[in-house]
């Protein structure tokens, strides 16, 4: 399965960045699917994650409530981020992962764990 994000970029604090993650493939069904963050000497985090289901179930980190929103399309298998107010410490390389299972044979599937290339987020005062 191979994830293609886009939609990084520099902006002014204060302002928004939306964020995408297109996962390709013979996906049968996608479990969950997240938004991390990395910073220059710091360690990777967990921003935001979907899960499954009608509606799905969100979850974000404390440092990004109510700033950030994550959403998807099912029939895309899209995951996207919506970031708002942000904020200089949110400056990061942001990676998407995907976890589900994929189609290895008329019958047979295996479970995969996916992660973009990453996608700078620069924010300037």
């Known amino acids: 399965v191979q994830l293609q994000a886009s939609g990084g970029g520099l902006v002014q604090a204060g302002g928004s960045l939306r964020l995408s993650c297109a996962a390709s493939?013979?996906?049968?069904?996608?479990?969950?699917m997240n938004w991390y963050r990395q910073a220059p000497g710091k360690q990777r985090e967990l921003v935001a994650s979907i899960t499954s289901g009608s509606g799905g179930s969100t979850n974000y980190a404390d440092s990004v409530k109510d700033r950030f929103t994550i959403s998807r399309d099912s029939a895309k298998n899209t995951v996207y981020l919506q970031m708002n107010s942000l904020k200089l410490e949110d400056t990061a390389v942001y990676y998407c992962?995907?976890?589900?299972?994929?189609?290895?044979?008329?019958?047979?599937?295996?479970?995969?764990?996916?992660w973009g290339r990453g996608t700078q987020v620069t924010v300037a005062s």
């Open positions: 992962n995907v976890r589900g299972w994929v189609r290895v044979s008329q019958n047979a599937q295996r479970n995969f764990d996916s």
């Open positions: 493939g013979d996906i049968l069904d996608i479990n969950v």
